[in-house]
């Protein structure tokens, strides 16, 4: 076990901050304990660690086990939004305004790293929230690797690159993965070393590497960019509900991607920091109709 105290210079949310990197209730690499502690399991470049992270009056405190313990204790700033620069943003809207001001710890973390949140964006195409986590939970617990020291019982790291290319694919069809997201994550774990230079590039050029593999593009290299490097402008332009959310929340109407980037120009380069303070405001759009019903892979 290695462990490391840290003392952030601004206020800090922490269940706000972790919250994108969890998948569900259930998520085999991330969980919630009843004292507070927040156990995480991720694939480093020295290989799977678990960290567990809790707060001690104005302290961060963080222990973690595993070959990639001292990388994971190493980024626990950046992790925790250490490295979010958020100085020129201004609130255009009322909700948005209030909503940073109510909430001032919302920032962005990075956990420096592509492929954990890469494969997690996979899944999560073109599917519901319910199919990606259900998932995301069989591949970490049968192909992922058993979390270090003393985690909760069956927390995982999800699968590595070399894992991924191992897995058959009636293991895929078993899992509930279409042959378009199996091929993707086949595409991405062929080139995942030279992935990992998205977090030096950043911004349009990090997003731009990562789309260079098929079947990643727009919405699926924003969603990767905005828990890799923290990307404040990266705009998850093709989501399911995402446009709504924002058109109603700042304009009383229902748009689409175009309309969305209209409304969130003022806000460049923070159109994703605007957006999560929509999130977070508690705003919720109208619903007309029935919710979408997830097809099973499993079954076709």
């Known amino acids: 076990m290695a462990e490391r105290s840290w003392t952030p210079g601004f206020v800090l949310d922490l269940p706000a ?30 290989g799977v660690g678990t960290l567990a992270v809790r707060r001690a009056g104005g302290a961060v405190l963080a222990s973690a086990w595993g070959p990639g313990a001292d990388e994971l204790l190493g980024g626990l700033p950046a992790l925790l939004g250490d490295g979010d620069d958020d100085s020129d943003f201004q609130a255009h809207h009322p909700l948005v305004a209030e909503t940073r001001r109510r909430l001032p710890g919302l920032r962005l973390g990075s956990v420096g790293r592509v492929w954990d949140v890469l494969f997690a964006a996979v899944l999560e195409q073109k599917v519901t929230g319910y199919e990606a986590r259900r998932s995301w939970r069989e591949l970490c617990r049968r192909f992922g690797t ?24 009636w293991e895929w069809h078993r899992a509930g993965l279409d042959g378009a997201r199996r091929r993707t994550l086949i595409a991405a774990a062929q080139v995942a070393h030279r992935l990992e230079g998205a977090v030096a590039l950043r911004g349009e050029p990090g997003r731009a590497l990562l789309r260079k593999v098929p079947g990643i593009g727009v919405w699926t290299a924003a969603e990767i960019a905005q828990r890799a490097w923290g990307d404040a402008d990266a705009v998850s332009v093709g989501d399911f509900h995402i446009p709504s959310i ?41 619903r007309f109709g029935p919710r979408y019903a997830g097809r099973d892979y499993r079954s076709m």
């Open 17 to 46: 901050l972790l919250a994108p990197l969890r998948r569900g209730g259930g998520d085999p690499a991330f969980r919630r304990d009843g004292t507070g502690i927040v156990w995480l399991v991720s694939n480093t470049t020295a």
């Open 146 to 169: 058993p979390a270090p020291g003393p985690a909760p019982a069956g927390m995982a790291a999800p699968p590595t690159p070399r894992a991924v290319l191992g897995i058959a694919d």
């Open 246 to 286: 924002v058109g109603y929340a700042l304009v009383g109407h229902k748009l689409d991607d175009d309309g969305m980037l209209e409304v969130l120009a003022p806000y460049a380069p923070h159109r994703h920091r605007a957006v999560r303070y929509i999130e977070a405001s508690g705003f919720r759009k109208p």
